[in-house]
């Protein structure tokens, strides 16, 4: 797992990374721009937040922790999520669609959020929300031939790899320190809240994941499979770790005994 300052310093050399050409004519069909416009608007909606009560919550959080630069690297990765909306509104921009103010998903999050200073709550919103960006976007790059609307997709897609890896790890982190009865407890609640999610996002989006090739089938298959290898792996990975110490301990002991 990666220190906060090693976040730091990756969030710093991914923002100065430019893998869109903004020369290239936007070139999109009219009926793809049918089955993807209302989604494409509500995501870049979403992407726009200014972050302010995550950064609250990480604040307080790395202060009763001792980590004071937790809260650079939770503010640079709010950045790059602002990145993906400023990118798919210079998209939308160009091919002369408004970039919407309201929409009843994001309204609707940004209402459960503001109440949230729990740091626990919002690494699960964010696994959960970056998991479904992840396919929404590959499902809105395969729904397209525009290239310069593909390349926006790729550079999304990039930076949700990390930004799941950085919002695990701090979620591992907490889940470790809890109590086993309220290890057992969390994952009900977690595995709750995540599958609730998707579904909303489904119904939300299902237009734009039909595009791409997902039907809900699909889709359930391929969400189930994220949650295996984020919320899914507390567990396994709380496990692996018992066992690496346990190994070190023992190889201690053996250096020990035959000195």
Known sequence: MRTSQQWLEHFEKNLEVRRIDWNIAPAIKKRERDKILNSSQAWQLGETSEGRNLLHASTLYSNRIGDPVYPKAVSLFIKEEQKHGNN???????????????????????????????????????????????????????????????????????????????????????????????????????TAFYFATILVVWFAHKKAFKAGGNNFRRYWLKMSLKYKKTIGRLNKTLKEQKNVKTKKSSLVATRATNA
């Open 88 to 190: 798919l509104g210079k998209y939308l921009d160009l091919i002369g669609e408004k970039r919407i103010q309201k929409d009843w998903g994001d309204s609707l999050f940004r209402k459960i959020r503001y109440f949230n200073s729990s740091m626990e709550l919002w690494t699960l919103a964010v696994i959960t929300v970056e998991s479904t960006a992840q396919l929404f976007y590959q499902s809105l790059k395969d729904a397209t031939g525009c290239v310069l609307l593909k390349q926006i997709c790729t550079d999304i897609l990039i930076d949700e790899a990390s930004h799941i890896d950085f919002q695990f790890e701090r979620f591992f982190i907490i889940y470790q320190n809890k109590s086993l009865p309220s290890q057992l407890l969390s994952i009900v609640f977690y």
